[in-house]
């Protein structure tokens, strides 16, 4: 049996004249972490949307599971979980009510409880999304993308705009994730957070992927070209001193 779950061939999206995913092709290996990196306007975010049938396939196959993405497009939805980059929740039911409303779209009975106590929110059952906090709006994104019991949980971004604590925190959640043996497929402009999470990473410019490996063999790879770095290198960082200042916990 085959450990790939998602397969990527020569896919493409246009606009107009203009192509700004030119042959992408990748896979992910079934319970991996896999990053996809790049400056804005890479075509990050249009090459997860199209995979996650959010956005047509102008060219190319995917397939998720065996399922066809483009022929199949909403068996494909059954099993994927989408956390976007920015989201937006019914403003008058609680987070309890809101998973449970999340469920019965897929026909699942949830349990809003132990996906609130999984993303660290069971004291907030009861609050309503504009009552959160920037890091507990995110969690409740990923805890939403849960309801499913998805194959692959797709992250677009998850931690921008997070405070090193919530960020950190959210990385845990990801480990966490990936321990149940759930695909993770995330975007990120955060170098620390991809070396951190991810087995392996393709990094994107121009619409292309110009180097797919794991971090370890991609950082070995530029050592080989003769790359050194211009300051020396610490054994912590700012961050390091500022967590250990502050203290780990969330502050909400």
Not at 14 to 30: A, D, I, L, M, Q
Not at 61 to 66: N, R
């Amino acid at each position: 049996m085959s450990d790939t779950i998602l397969s990527v061939q020569n896919l493409k999206k246009r606009y107009g004249n203009k192509t700004v995913v030119k042959g992408v092709s990748f896979e992910v290996k079934k319970g991996e972490v896999f990053g996809i990196l790049g400056p804005n306007g890479a075509g990050k975010t249009t090459t997860l949307e199209m995979i996650e049938a959010l956005r047509p396939i102008d060219g190319g196959v995917v397939t998720l599971d065996g399922i066809d993405v483009k022929t199949q497009p909403h068996k494909v939805k059954q099993v994927i979980g989408v956390q976007l980059q920015s989201s937006s929740f019914f403003d008058k039911l609680t987070l309890r009510e809101l998973l449970r409303m999340f469920g019965s779209m897929y026909h699942q009975r949830v349990h809003p409880d132990t996906l609130l106590k999984d993303v660290n929110l069971h004291d907030k059952a009861k609050a309503y999304v504009d009552t959160l906090s920037g890091g507990q709006k995110q969690r409740f994104s990923v805890a939403s993308a849960l309801v499913n019991k998805p194959k692959v949980l797709f992250l677009d971004e998850p931690t921008t705009g997070l405070d090193p604590q919530a960020r950190r925190n959210l990385w845990e959640l990801v480990q966490s994730i990936r321990e149940k043996g759930i695909t993770v497929v995330l975007t990120s402009h955060y170098m620390e957070e991809a070396q951190l999470l991810c087995d392996r990473v393709a990094i994107m410019d121009n619409g292309k992927i110009i180097a797919l490996d794991t971090p370890e063999h991609l950082i070995k790879a530029l050592l080989k070209r003769g790359f050194k770095k211009s300051r020396k290198v610490e054994q912590a960082d700012l961050e390091d001193v500022f967590i250990d200042l502050t203290g780990k916990d969330l502050r909400e």
